[in-house]
Structure formats: structure tokens, C-alpha cells
């Protein structure tokens, strides 16, 4: 699709609770790849369009000052769950932006990929198996992520080299694979299965311009894959969450018991909330040593991409 033509990178920055914010966005897009951020990190719901507005003004600054080397789009995720009652009135924002993708989460809806291709925008619609991406499709999303086991924050549990080559078996469109990528060489071994691009989280988590406490940062650099949790507990949902920031709840990450997926929220009935005082994280961190920023983060994607590539090609 067009709207990918201006990367530098097959990444897509996946859009991170809590934590993305516009200088994150702006910085992704600015070093080449997909930057994006959930709408509902946008509170009071005003201040999305404020938000929008300095997305749109930031990337045309930069576009002005570096014809070469033009940015990337951005994306807004919106959770389309029964739970957000905002969402009509942030698709009305983002329409009035024409925001160029829309990663749509925790539900398929016709009406709101109809709303997107209104202005000419596109849908990328977060999966955790074929079913729901069978349905994805169906009801008029134009692209699919493919949220393997190892992902950040809600994911699923199928390998990634299951999931993407079921999918690939019937669709041909934009796919992008999440689960555990943290470095340049994941990002290849994505393409190699069949996806376009790889989607990445959690390695954003542990930069400058992430809006995360210092204290979550360095618990991304000095934690690795033994130290992710899968629970339903904190949502309703299972995800995926840093072991360390459980323990200091007060809980034991390795007794937490199963939550009813119809309680669903974005709080929880412990007292602690997901994601401020929980963690998430995905499995791939162990390839997060320091706090960079983003474009450090992005060039050392990019050079381990190209090292990657030779490597095969000489092999």
C-alpha cells in the first residue's frame, strides 16, 4: 500500500498505554518507521486533537527541513472494546487530521473501517489467531497484526511461525508480525515468515522520549524474557507484564490467579493499575541494554537489519 511507501525501515511502532506520546510518535516517524499512540492516552478527550495537531505540524516542520530523508506516517490505535465510550467522538478527530492508519484493537467493527476509508485512511487490525483474523478481514479492515505469543502487553499465545503462515495461506495484504522483536535481525526473520513489517513495543519503552517513569525504564534494561509474566488479572485480558513491578505491588507474579474477561477495564479491582503501576512488556527485551532515544534505537535496528541481510546473502 502506499501509505508504507516512505519508510526506511519495516517497522511499525506499536502504540504503547500510558506511554506514547507525541514526541515518541514524531521521533519514530522522523527516523523512518510507522510511529503511533492510543488515542485513550489522550485524557481529558480534548486534548487528542491538541495532540494531532502537533503530530501533523512537527512532521511537516521536519519534511520542510529534510526533503531526503521525509517521514514516516503515523497510526492511532483505537480500542474498539464496549468499554470506551469515547470512541466515535476520537474517530471524529482523527478524521478531521485524516490520520493515514488506524490500528484497531479488542473488536472488529464495520462502522469504523467505513469511517476510516471515508477520508482515505487505513485499518491495521490487531489479532490473536486466524479466527479473528478471518473476521478482521471480513468486516473491512485493510491490513492485519499478528499479535504472537511474547508480545507486550494483551497478547496471544500462538508461535509466530504458526500464525503468519496460517494467514499468509488466504491473505495477501499488509501484515505485520508482533511478539518478542527487539533488534534489526527479528525484523528480517519477520519478512522471512511472510509478514511486511514488524511491530515493535517494548524496546520504546526504554527511550527519551517515552512517556514512562525512569523506574519502568530501567526495569525494561535490566530485565530480560525471565522476568515477563503472562496474566489475565490486571484487565481481563491475558498479557504480558514485568515480573519486578508485580512484586512490588505486594502480589507473587508466579501465584496470580485468572480474572473474568467481562470485567474488563483499564483499572483493576486490586487497587493497582495496568498499566502505571503494572507493567507491560514484552519477551524480546533482552536486547534492550540502555536508555536511548528513539533515533539511537531506530539505527541500531537499521544497522543489525542490514547486518542481517548480509549475513544471508553471503551465506
Known amino acids: 500500500m502506499k501509505v508504507f511507501d516512505r519508510l526506511a525501515l519495516p517497522v511499525i511502532g506499536s502504540p504503547l498505554f500510558i506511554i506514547s506520546n507525541p514526541k515518541l510518535v514524531i521521533a519514530q516517524c522522523t527516523s523512518g518507521i510507522v510511529g503511533s499512540m492510543p488515542a485513550l492516552n489522550a485524557r481529558p478527550a480534548s486534548q487528542l486533537d491538541e495532540w494531532l495537531a502537533e503530530i501533523t505540524e512537527g512532521l511537516a516542520q521536519w519534511d520542510r527541513l529534510h526533503p531526503e530523508t521525509p517521514s514516516a506516517p503515523y497510526a492511532i490505535n483505537q480500542i474498539v472494546h464496549k468499554t470506551n465510550d469515547r470512541l466515535m467522538q476520537d474517530l471524529e478527530v482523527c478524521a478531521k487530521y485524516k490520520v493515514p492508519i488506524i490500528i484497531s484493537s479488542l473488536g472488529a467493527r464495520p462502522e469504523l473501517n467505513e469511517a476510516v476509508h471515508s477520508w482515505g485512511g487505513v485499518v491495521m487490525h490487531d489479532i490473536i489467531n486466524n479466527t479473528f483474523a478471518h473476521k478482521a478481514i471480513e468486516k473491512g479492515a485493510d491490513g492485519l497484526i499478528a499479535v504472537a505469543a511474547g508480545a507486550g502487553g494483551h497478547a496471544g499465545t500462538k508461535s509466530p511461525f504458526a500464525l503468519i503462515q496460517e494467514i499468509r495461506e488466504w491473505f495477501d495484504g499488509p501484515l505485520a508480525l508482533s511478539g518478542a522483536i527487539a533488534n534489526g535481525g527479528a525484523v528480517l526473520a519477520a519478512q522471512a515468515m511472510g509478514a511486511d513489517f514488524a511491530y515493535i513495543g517494548s524496546a520504546f519503552i526504554a527511550t527519551d522520549e517515552a512517556r514512562a517513569s525512569a523506574e519502568y525504564k530501567q526495569c525494561v534494561v535490566d530485565s530480560n524474557s525471565d522476568d515477563i509474566v503472562y496474566s489475565s488479572l490486571f484487565t481481563g ?60 534505537l531506530v539505527g541500531r535496528l537499521k544497522r543489525e537489519y542490514a547486518e542481517a541481510r548480509a549475513r544471508l546473502a553471503s551465506a
Open 237 to 296: 485480558v491475558h498479557g504480558n507484564y514485568l515480573k519486578p513491578s508485580i512484586r512490588q505491588a505486594g502480589l507473587d507474579p508466579d501465584q496470580l490467579p485468572d480474572r473474568d474477561p467481562s470485567a474488563m477495564n483499564f483499572g483493576d479491582g486490586i487497587g493497582k493499575k495496568a498499566w502505571k503501576e503494572i507493567w507491560g512488556c514484552g519477551q524480546g527485551i533482552g536486547a534492550v541494554h540502555a536508555v536511548v532515544s528513539t533515533h539511537e
